[in-house]
């Protein structure tokens, strides 16, 4: 089992930044890749930004530029750093982890709120 917790949420007017962090524990080795997805009320969830093992990244066009995924492997976190912030980003975070059997897990949720 992998649990993962979110912290970093919170409120900002646009324009600014937040730092999101995940806190992995449990069977991290087993980890492939972490994710950072979002949602907003009656939309779906998507995927925001992702990192691998190996260190490769890729983001949703919407938060090119803006965002950057990053992590320390020495905390077992995963940090989004969430630049330029715009109202459309308001969502709550969620942080997702695969392992190697394709098993995946998800945090609790962090809250964004963006006011313009």
């Known amino acids: 089992q992998v649990q993962l917790v979110e912290s970093g949420g919170g409120l900002v007017q646009a324009g600014g930044s937040l730092r999101l962090s995940c806190a992995g524990s449990?069977?991290?080795?087993?980890?492939?890749?972490v994710g950072w997805y979002r949602q907003a009320p009656g939309n779906q969830r998507e995927l925001v930004a992702a990192?691998?093992?190996?260190?490769?990244?890729n983001y949703a066009d919407s938060v090119k530029g803006r965002f950057t995924i990053s992590r320390d492997n020495a905390k077992n976190t995963v940090y989004l750093q969430m630049n330029s912030l715009k109202p459309e980003d308001t969502a709550v975070y969620y942080c997702n982890a695969e392992d190697f059997y394709s098993r995946t897990y998800w945090g609790q949720g962090t809250q964004v709120t963006v006011s313009s």
């Open positions: 990192i691998t093992r190996g260190g490769s990244t």
């Open positions: 449990g069977f991290i080795s087993r980890i492939n890749a």
